[in-house]
């Protein structure tokens, strides 16, 4: 509890110096960047030893909450902009996240293999998961198999339409937090293996 109450001076403090996150947003930190990255581990409760990749990390979300109350978890975030990634290396630092690491990369240049893919609406489904599915390993351990954990807004369904040879199960979020900001959101769980 202690790190995450860190969170919203630390990215007040960050914001002010190298602009990661939307004045706008910043009003309403806790719920739509801290509570919309946790909203992942309500639903997918990752198992220790887990690698999970946060592709488009951007300030840090969703990779940055869930490796604060998933420790024995492993995090990679990479993002391709360079003062994103500066600002996640010096919150990790700060808040001593001995389970997280960080690249300034895009995913297609990438070799690694995770258990898990998580991001943040960072494009359109169809072209994000051919890239991102790539990194997925076959193999898991976890109750639920490896895959795709994507933080959508809106409407999902003719971009789930495009994408061939990948199950899907898409959650409303407003099912699990209800604040008024959840109500068009959702968590997108893709794998090649049946959901």
């Known amino acids: 509890m202690e790190k995450l109450e860190q969170l919203?001076?630390?990215?007040?403090?960050?914001?002010?110096?190298?602009?990661?996150?939307?004045?706008?947003?910043?009003?309403h930190f806790a719920e739509r960047h801290v509570l919309y990255s946790l909203?992942?581990?309500?639903?997918?409760?990752?198992?220790?030893?887990?690698g999970v990749l946060d592709v488009g990390t951007g300030g840090g979300f969703p990779g940055?909450?869930?490796?604060?109350?998933?420790?024995?978890?492993?995090?990679?975030?990479?993002?391709?902009?360079?003062?994103?990634?500066?600002?996640?290396?010096?919150?990790?630092?700060?808040?001593?996240?001995?389970?997280?690491?960080?690249?300034?990369?895009?995913?297609?240049?990438?070799?690694?293999?995770?258990?898990?893919?998580?991001?943040?609406a960072v494009t359109a489904l169809p072209a994000f998961v051919p890239l991102a599915g790539a990194r997925v390993r076959k193999r898991g351990f976890n109750h639920f198999p490896n895959g795709i954990i994507y933080l959508k807004g809106g409407d999902t369904d003719r971009e789930l339409l495009e994408l061939k040879?990948?199950?899907?199960?898409?959650?409303?979020?407003?099912?699990?937090?209800?604040?008024?900001f959840f109500d068009t959101k959702k968590i997108v769980f893709l794998s090649k293996t049946k959901v």
């Open 64 to 120: 940055i909450p869930l490796a604060i109350i998933m420790p024995d978890v492993q995090f990679t975030l990479v993002d391709s902009i360079g003062k994103k990634i500066k600002v996640v290396q010096e919150v990790v630092m700060e808040l001593n996240l001995s389970n997280v690491e960080t690249m300034q990369t895009r995913v297609e240049k990438m070799h690694q293999s995770y258990d898990f893919v998580v991001s943040r």
């Open 165 to 180: 040879g990948w199950h899907h199960k898409v959650t409303d979020l407003n099912t699990l937090l209800q604040e008024p």
């Open 8 to 27: 919203t001076p630390l990215y007040h403090e960050w914001n002010s110096k190298i602009n990661v996150i939307s004045r706008k947003d910043m009003e």
């Open 39 to 50: 909203s992942v581990a309500l639903k997918y409760p990752f198992l220790p030893g887990t």
